[in-house]
């Protein structure tokens, strides 16, 4: 079965915009049971839009921030063994290294947004705190030290001084603190070994059935049912007309991005040779400022010795 590569951001969309589908997905992923999940205010979603006339400068500024990063904010409701929880969980897709403060930057905007806060009932007291925050990343580059296709962060509270795990949750704590889950694409091959392998599955490159990569080549067999209803929905991605077009105009920007990229890169390195050579001179310019000095003292050394001699005399 081909299926449109859902590595571009508008084939993401296109999917994780079936709120059934986004829940089954981030579900698996997580590996807990969301009762409810509604999407919340996209602002900061990245598009693939053509500027309108009078905007072309700022899309051209504006454009490695909005098109190297692709995020979508939801909140969810999950059932617990204790009982139900609501929390925000962020899902981010990235293209690049250098996309790490983005996910700064959107993180603190997350935790300082006043809308992100619950009412819980503490001691017969009401009391406001911070939702918790699930974080997600779907990373389009490899991680430097680890080859684990989806890594989990969890925290554990334990006693600092007896090193016994705390098995109560505090709000303090969990409106502070989140959980986080890395998918590295890149790293994605033809293992199988659990449910969530089969799911992510359907970001693993190998298998493009053209030369830009926009269609891959699934087995609807290899997936659980639970999981078809993804591969269908992929499946319909290829015969959306606008789909095609916007993956089309997302590989020229990429191509320009990664242009951009290299360029920076060039400049950073001559700057840090500049900054090398720039150091040298400022080492051979203080050697010299000594040597300079050394002698001066020796002159008035000379000179107070040719005048006590005159003096002598």
Same mark, same amino acid.
């Given at each position: 079965?081909?299926?449109?590569n859902?590595?571009?951001?508008?084939?993401?969309?296109?999917?994780?915009?079936?709120?059934?589908?986004?829940?089954?997905?981030?579900?698996?992923?997580?590996?807990?049971? @969301?009762?409810?999940?509604?999407?919340l205010?996209?602002?900061?979603?990245?598009?693939?839009?053509?500027?309108?006339?009078?905007?072309?400068?700022?899309?051209?500024?504006?454009?490695?921030?909005?098109?190297?990063?692709?995020?979508?904010?939801?909140?969810?409701?999950?059932?617990?063994?204790?009982?139900?929880?609501?929390? @925000?969980?962020?899902?981010?897709?990235?293209?690049?290294?250098?996309?790490?403060?983005r996910?700064?930057?959107?993180?603190?905007?997350?935790?300082?947004?006043?809308?992100n806060?619950?009412?819980?009932?503490?001691?017969?007291?009401?009391?406001?705190?911070?939702?918790?925050?699930?974080?997600?990343?779907?990373?389009?580059h490899?991680?430097?030290?680890?080859?684990?296709s989806? @890594?989990?962060?969890s925290?554990?509270?334990?006693?600092?001084?007896?090193?016994?795990?705390?098995?109560?949750?505090?709000?303090?704590?969990?409106?502070?603190?989140?959980?986080?889950?890395?998918?590295?694409?890149p790293?994605?091959?033809?293992?199988?070994?659990?449910?969530?392998?089969?799911?992510?599955?359907?970001?693993?490159?190998?298998?493009?059935?053209?030369?830009?990569? %926009?269609?891959?080549?699934?087995?609807?067999?290899?997936?659980?049912?639970?999981?078809?209803?993804?591969?269908?929905?992929?499946?319909?991605a290829?015969?959306?007309?606008?789909?095609?077009?916007?993956?089309?105009?997302?590989?020229?920007?990429?191509?320009?991005?990664?242009?951009?990229?290299?360029?920076?890169?060039?400049?950073?390195?001559?700057?840090?040779?500049?900054?090398?050579?720039?150091? %040298?001179?400022?080492q051979?310019?203080?050697?010299?400022?000594h040597?300079?000095q050394?002698?001066?003292?020796?002159?008035?050394?000379?000179?107070?010795?040719?005048?006590?001699?005159?003096?002598?005399?």
């Amino acid at each position: 079965m081909q299926i449109a590569n859902p590595i571009y951001d508008v084939v993401f969309k296109y999917l994780m915009e079936d709120s059934k589908l986004a829940k089954l997905m981030i579900s698996s992923i997580i590996g807990e049971n @969301i009762e409810r999940l509604s999407f919340l205010p996209q602002e900061f979603v990245s598009d693939i839009e053509k500027p309108k006339k009078g905007e072309k400068s700022k899309a051209k500024r504006n454009r490695s921030d909005s098109l190297t990063v692709y995020r979508l904010d939801f909140s969810a409701k999950i059932k617990t063994a204790e009982g139900y929880k609501n929390v @925000i969980i962020e899902l981010q897709k990235a293209k690049f290294p250098t996309d790490i403060m983005r996910f700064r930057s959107y993180l603190g905007q997350q935790f300082a947004n006043k809308n992100n806060f619950q009412k819980i009932k503490i001691d017969n007291h009401i009391r406001k705190t911070g939702l918790p925050i699930i974080s997600i990343y779907f990373l389009g580059h490899k991680l430097d030290n680890t080859t684990a296709s989806a @890594i989990k962060v969890s925290r554990q509270y334990s006693d600092l001084i007896t090193d016994e795990i705390i098995e109560t949750k505090e709000s303090f704590i969990e409106s502070l603190t989140l959980d986080s889950y890395v998918i590295q694409i890149p790293y994605l091959t033809d293992k199988r070994r659990s449910e969530l392998e089969i799911l992510l599955s359907v970001f693993d490159q190998r298998n493009p059935v053209d030369k830009d990569r %926009h269609i891959l080549n699934v087995r609807e067999e290899d997936f659980p049912l639970k999981y078809r209803p993804i591969i269908r929905k992929l499946q319909k991605a290829i015969l959306d007309n606008e789909v095609k077009k916007r993956m089309e105009m997302e590989d020229g920007i990429i191509d320009e991005l990664e242009d951009m990229e290299r360029e920076i890169e060039g400049l950073e390195l001559k700057v840090e040779k500049v900054e090398q050579e720039n150091l %040298h001179v400022k080492q051979e310019y203080q050697h010299a400022k000594h040597e300079i000095q050394s002698l001066q003292n020796e002159l008035e050394k000379l000179r107070k010795l040719l005048n006590d001699n005159k003096k002598s005399v």
